[in-house]
């Protein structure tokens, strides 16, 4: 009876990170905000924000939006991946630091909704700046909250339960 609930696990795991697989690629190509200022309007994607930060000589931040917005994010999704469809295929010790994996990355994962927040505060200089979301950023979340969704949903017993 267990081990149904073990597979039913594996399943929701697996569902939801290819949903979130799949809303990575809109996530990183569609508009994530637009600025306004003084009648110039100006949209941006994640890397296309990156980019910007590395030209502009702010390689510290790049790097950490690089990272937190580009890397973890699919990083964990592949793990995750990995965690749920592979089970036949990997050992149980493979499987462990995976998961270890996941856990640590997830972590930095987090960083990058502060970043966002804190980008439009930044950005936000009063009435002549105004910042609008973009579709990207509902692609983004959607990534964000599904990549949370498969992390709860995975079983971490059932690494060492499959095999034995």
């Given at each position: 009876m267990f081990k149904g609930r073990v597979d039913h696990t594996m399943a929701r795991t697996a569902a939801f990170s290819l949903s979130?697989?799949?809303?990575?690629?809109?996530?990183?190509?569609?508009?994530?905000?637009?600025?306004?200022?003084?009648?110039?309007?100006?949209?941006?994607?994640?890397?296309?924000g990156v980019v910007a930060l590395f030209a502009e000589g702010q390689w510290p931040i790049g790097v950490i939006v690089f990272f937190c917005s580009i890397v973890a994010p699919i990083g964990k999704i592949m793990a995750?991946?990995?965690l749920s469809l592979t089970s036949n295929l990997l050992g149980c010790r493979h499987r462990a630091v995976t998961y270890r994996f996941v856990e640590w990355i997830g972590r930095w994962g987090m960083l990058d909704v502060?970043?966002?927040?804190?980008?439009?505060?930044?950005?936000?200089?009063?009435?002549?700046?105004?910042v609008v979301p973009g579709p990207g950023l509902v692609a983004f979340t959607g990534v964000v909250v599904l990549s949370l969704l498969a992390s709860a949903s995975f079983n971490p017993h059932a690494i060492w339960e499959h095999n034995a």
């Open positions: 979130a697989l799949v809303l990575y690629l809109p996530a990183m190509l569609l508009p994530i905000m637009q600025t306004q200022q003084l009648g110039y309007i100006h949209s941006t994607t994640i890397w296309g995750l991946l990995v502060m970043l966002v927040a804190v980008l439009v505060a930044a950005v936000k200089l009063g009435d002549w700046v105004e």
